[in-house]
């Protein structure tokens, strides 16, 4: 009995097909990387970048008002990182600290051609946080 043509007839030209199959999911693994990473790097940035600005809030001179100094670094950093232009940004005062929320959410191409999108939601509130707000 010849075990190459008897039992394992239907395994012949599988490592091509297997091959393409691999090729195939690396791309497509690499279409959704290269789209996604992008805007979840520019998320954590921006979210960083909502963190120093509570804490250039408290650290504002007489003359400047806590709250203009936290929505201006929070536009320039939303400009800085392409968030959408419709996302919303609020600056809050609370009792001794100013607090910084932001939300939006972004459409990611995860498959080619459109065929699935991945919707990037953002929503943070940074607040000074630990010996900032000791007394």
């Given at each position: 009995?010849?075990?190459?043509?008897?039992?394992?007839?239907?395994?012949?030209?599988?490592?091509?097909a297997k091959f393409l199959?691999?090729?195939?999911?690396?791309?497509?693994?690499?279409?959704?990387?290269?789209?996604?990473?992008?805007?979840?790097?520019?998320?954590?940035?921006?979210?960083?970048?909502?963190?120093?600005?509570?804490?250039?809030?408290?650290?504002?001179?007489?003359?400047?008002?806590?709250?203009?100094?936290?929505?201006?670094?929070?536009?320039?950093?939303?400009?800085?990182?392409?968030?959408?232009?419709?996302?919303?940004?609020?600056?809050?005062?609370?009792?001794?600290?100013?607090?910084?929320?932001?939300?939006?959410?972004?459409?990611?191409?995860?498959?080619?051609?459109?065929?699935?999108?991945?919707?990037?939601?953002?929503?943070?509130?940074?607040?000074?946080?630990?010996?900032?707000?000791?007394?």
């Amino acid at each position: 009995m010849n075990r190459s043509t008897s039992y394992f007839h239907s395994e012949r030209g599988s490592a091509g097909a297997k091959f393409l199959a691999l090729l195939v999911f690396i791309v497509l693994l690499a279409h959704a990387g290269y789209n996604y990473v992008p805007i979840a790097y520019n998320g954590a940035s921006f979210r960083q970048e909502m963190d120093t600005a509570v804490v250039k809030g408290l650290a504002a001179s007489g003359q400047m008002k806590p709250v203009d100094v936290v929505a201006a670094h929070m536009k320039k950093a939303a400009f800085d990182y392409s968030i959408p232009p419709d996302a919303l940004l609020e600056v809050k005062p609370g009792q001794g600290y100013i607090a910084a929320h932001a939300s939006y959410r972004q459409p990611v191409n995860i498959l080619p051609f459109g065929i699935y999108k991945y919707n990037y939601d953002f929503n943070y509130t940074a607040v000074p946080t630990g010996y900032l707000l000791k007394e």
